[in-house]
């Protein structure tokens, strides 16, 4: 089973309409991370990869999957597959991981193989640096496998996502530092 914090369709996560999987659980506590409340591993909704897969096929109009957290790498069987019924389905997967690709072996490794951009490395707060594009601390990497695609992560800027309804505003990113 998957434990899911939230997921959200969203246009700031990676290139594209993507849909956002939060996932529950991380176990490597970095100092100051906006994300603690993501830590217990309980804190979610479980889902079976084949469940979770459908919620994603119910969204229209998507280029793909993020993985985000939490830490995704620390529930590896279940996301294994996943990733590749979003594979089959020609969607493509962005993976946000708090780990450094060099620490990552067997199923974490097949599953950072499968992305097409990766975010990785731990949140340190002293190099912490709100003007980066989907990093939140200068030593953290994002990596792109597809060519195609590296004019669209070199404007380096942080984003903000605003939805209004009638009865609410909801943000998605990091909006204190701009209000
Ligand atoms: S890896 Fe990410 S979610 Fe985990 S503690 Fe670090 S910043 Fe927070």
Redesign the pocket.
Known sequence: MLTVYAIEKSEIYGHGKRVVIWFSG?S???KG????H??DKNNGQLYTAKQLFAKIKSYNDICGVTFI???PLEQEKDLLDLSNYICEARLDIVLFT?YELSELQGIQKEIADKAVVIICG??VEELRNTLLLLR?SSNQKLLIKDNALKEFYANECRQVEVEITEDSVKYLGFPEDFI
């Open positions: 991380c490597l506590h970095c991370c906006i994300n603690s993501l830590w957290g939490g830490e708090g731990r949140y939140g």
